[in-house]
């Protein structure tokens, strides 16, 4: 409330009169920064072409120069150790880091002295006190007794972190406009938020809005703590702590893995201890930041095996989403899966449309450890654990088997398969395999082996999850045998790949994903016949099993058969599975008589066989210890 709001609201009058504490402001002069705490004067969500976000980050970083585009004010590397009675710890990171503010309508950190990010001392705290947790004396020590509201007893001072350097990620590319090579600047810190799930799983056809969001790319940020007694600290144990507590994550979105694998300089990352470790290398069209840069975003392991989980769970249940909320997180609580992808090797091709990427890394995945004073309730917490944790390794199979991760996932890679069709255009799809460490992590050679996983997988599921009267829902991609068909074939090149591009099948919604739809031209001011792209319903993998054969597997979804209509040639279902016949596909799961299916009654899900153990009981899988 303003000082004359609150002088009228009592009435006190102002001894001054109005026109001389009128201020002459023009709103357009105003910084950015400070509009965008006003509604509707600077909108900053929006990911696309956004000139007030692209105002707002060129005030926030306020360049040097032209030619030296870097952030005006950084701060330089501090004496490191005990300084006075400040204690610094140097960490990088090696993916992005996040906080949130709390202000504007954009994810960013809190800005410090001269709009240098800034990560809060009690952020920090909190993960000392995670990590001293065991440990009753040192969380006094250091911490403090929240039970009593009791300050730390050594006088111990968390004071935050700050990056040094640019914290902007800026670099200069060369990027072609209008025909010409040209160099321009660019921010990595802008990040991006593509939510996709309703598209993709749901029943959306409209494409979702991406969102802006600031993160610190690869920064290496300076820890300083203090101590009311700094030379009887025993400062080792502080770093020792504090390098335990950073394995948990800083920051947020650590569940996707920023703020993760923080190390000293001179020691390798710090890889948190999860269950769950697969090696993998894969290669295929790269993400891209908002200006158009790519960068592998681990971030979309995540996503993959959400989308998967919402697949499976669509096919045995209508109550799936309070499941998928507590393991992948909602808008009310935090995820309990956790990943992080410690990357060993990247590539990029650039001069490629789209960008493509090569890497290599290992994948962990934890679920998080609930607590309970009460031991029965601890053990009932700790067997949920275990389930989901057996739940999502086989998620991340199927994820594997059946198509990828990341974009085009839906496709094989054609620079690999369809090589004639790179070189005259772009790249399409993906391919991942095992590294050489982990081939035994699978045991899929042969097409009953495929069978019988898949037919495991949604046992699992049918049993954990459905209900007597459940029914699958009617999403284009509900994973129950009534609604799908895969097919496969054991090969050493792809026979399929060609009917992708076939001039009808891929016209054809649900093969394609091309849809023709009416759009108004503006030159001509008449409607014409435009394609918009969508998703396909048909998924195609080339999965490697060794002796450099495949199995070459085609999933087919025919639920919703008006998908699967051509424009002029009418329904394609038929002559698709007849011509995947003709190329020695044979059926493996799922509906074996797909052209009976029709999209206007789905199918009741079969209920669970009372001679079926309950998962608990049933040995699927067991994860491997951690790579220490």
């Not at 938020?193 to 799983?201: A, E, K, M, N, S």
């Not at 059946?402 to 993906?430: A, L, P, T």
């Not at 849809?515 to 918009?532: A, G």
Request: net charge positive; glycine share 6%; aromatic share 10%.
């Amino acid at each position: 409330m303003s000082f004359s709001k609150a002088f009228e609201r009592v009435g006190i009058q102002s001894s001054k009169s109005k026109a001389s504490t009128k201020l002459e402001i023009n709103p357009e002069e105003v910084p950015m920064m400070y509009r965008a705490q006003v509604s509707g004067r600077c909108s900053l969500q929006f990911a696309g072409n956004n000139q007030d976000l692209e105002d707002w980050r060129k005030e926030w970083v306020d360049p040097k120069l032209d030619n030296d585009p870097q952030p005006r004010y950084q701060r330089k590397e501090p004496k490191l150790g005990l300084d006075g009675s400040i204690y610094r710890i140097k960490i990088e990171f090696p993916f992005r880091l996040s906080s949130n503010c709390g202000q504007d309508s954009i994810l960013r950190p809190i800005m410090g002295k001269n709009g240098i990010p800034y990560l809060s001392g009690s952020s920090v705290k909190g993960l000392f006190r995670r990590a001293c947790k065991d440990s009753p004396n040192k969380l006094r020590l250091y911490c403090g007794d929240d039970d009593n509201l009791t300050p730390s007893t050594l006088g111990f001072r968390f004071h935050g972190a700050y990056p040094i350097g640019d914290w902007s990620g800026m670099r200069k590319v060369r990027v072609r406009k209008r025909g010409e090579m040209i160099m321009e600047t660019r921010y990595r810190m802008l990040d991006v938020i593509h939510p996709q799930q309703l598209r993709q799983v749901g029943e959306k056809d409209s494409s979702p809005n991406a969102f802006a969001m600031v993160s610190l790319f690869q920064p290496t940020m300076v820890f300083e703590f203090s101590s009311a007694d700094p030379k009887n600290t025993n400062w080792q144990e502080v770093e020792n702590i504090f390098l335990q507590a950073i394995q948990l994550g800083v920051g947020g979105k650590t569940s996707t893995g920023y703020g993760l694998g923080g190390h000293l300089v001179d020691r390798p990352s710090e890889i948190p201890k999860y269950p769950i470790t697969v090696a993998f290398k894969g290669r295929g069209v790269s993400p891209t930041l908002r200006s158009d840069e790519p960068e592998f975003r681990p971030n979309l392991f995540k996503a993959t095996l959400r989308g998967h989980v919402k697949r499976l769970l669509a096919g045995v249940t209508q109550a799936g989403k309070d499941i998928e909320d507590r393991l992948f997180g909602s808008s009310s609580d935090p995820s309990q899966l956790q990943i992080f992808w410690q990357e060993t090797a990247i590539k990029y091709d650039e001069i490629k449309k789209p960008a493509t990427f090569s890497t290599e890394g290992i994948l962990h995945i934890d679920i998080k450890r609930q607590e309970s004073d009460d031991i029965k309730k601890q053990l009932e917490f700790d067997a949920q654990r275990e389930s989901d944790l057996r739940f999502i390794e086989q998620v991340l199979m199927f994820a594997f088997v059946m198509g990828g991760f990341g974009k085009s996932w839906r496709r094989v890679s054609h620079e690999i398969f369809y090589k004639d069709y790179v070189s005259k255009k772009f790249e399409i799809g993906c391919h991942w395999e095992l590294a050489s460490t982990d081939l035994k992590w699978l045991a899929i050679k042969s097409i009953d082996d495929l069978k019988q996983f898949i037919e495991g997988l949604y046992t699992v599921c049918r049993d954990r999850f459905s209900s007597q009267s459940s029914s699958c829902q009617t999403w284009r991609e509900a994973w129950n045998p009534n609604c799908v068909t895969v097919y496969a074939s054991i090969t050493r090149e792809s026979n399929v790949v060609r009917l992708f591009h076939d001039e009808i099948f891929k016209k054809t919604p649900a093969i394609g994903g091309r849809t023709i739809v009416k759009k108004f031209n503006r030159k001509t001011q008449e409607e014409e016949d435009k394609e918009q792209l969508g998703f396909s319903n048909v998924w195609h993998r080339m999965l490697p099993i060794g002796n450099n054969q495949y199995l070459e597997i085609v999933t087919v979804f025919h639920s919703d058969r008006s998908k699967w209509k051509h424009r002029d040639e009418g329904d394609q279902l038929k002559p698709f599975l007849d011509a995947i016949a003709a190329k020695g596909m044979k059926y493996v799961w799922g509906n074996q008589n797909p052209l009976q299916n029709s999209s206007k009654s789905l199918p009741s899900i079969p209920t669970p066989s009372k001679t079926q153990l309950p998962l608990s009981n049933k040995p699927i899988l067991k994860p491997k210890p951690p790579i220490q």
